[in-house]
């Protein structure tokens, strides 16, 4: 799985294939899990979305990223509280197109299943029936 560090070299991902970003939080918390909300401003060539993370044990948390589409995608962090360690770290990364080739050989590689207009069937994200 790629990941995604603060000052790293721009990784190079597939479409709808997931990139990690790892922060390490400054302090302690008493209880992490409730207490602290993580987040990433992820902005790529289909407008601005924010991410929500999760506490992965100790002062560790992860946001997980999908690219829906090709292009350069940028991320900057945040959190509440406001903690040096979880906030104001960015990155960027570059997301590729499947060959037909790859999405034939594996269908989930065209994106999440969605309802079809009419919802009456399953199709994926690039339009391909489901099934």
Known sequence: ???????????????????????????????????????????????????TGFWDGGRDFRV????????????????????PGLSGRSGAFLAIPWTEAECAANACRRGLPRATANGHALEYADGTPCF
């Open 64 to 83: 997980r990223l999908l690219a829906p589409l090709p292009g350069l995608w940028r991320w900057r962090s945040g959190s509440d509280p406001d903690d």
């Open 1 to 51: 799985m790629p990941s995604a560090t603060s000052n790293a070299e721009t990784p190079t991902v597939h479409v709808w294939e997931m990139i990690e970003v790892s922060l390490t939080a400054g302090r302690d918390y008493p209880n992490p899990y409730v207490d602290v909300d993580v987040w990433v401003d992820l902005e790529g060539p289909d407008g601005h979305r924010r991410v």
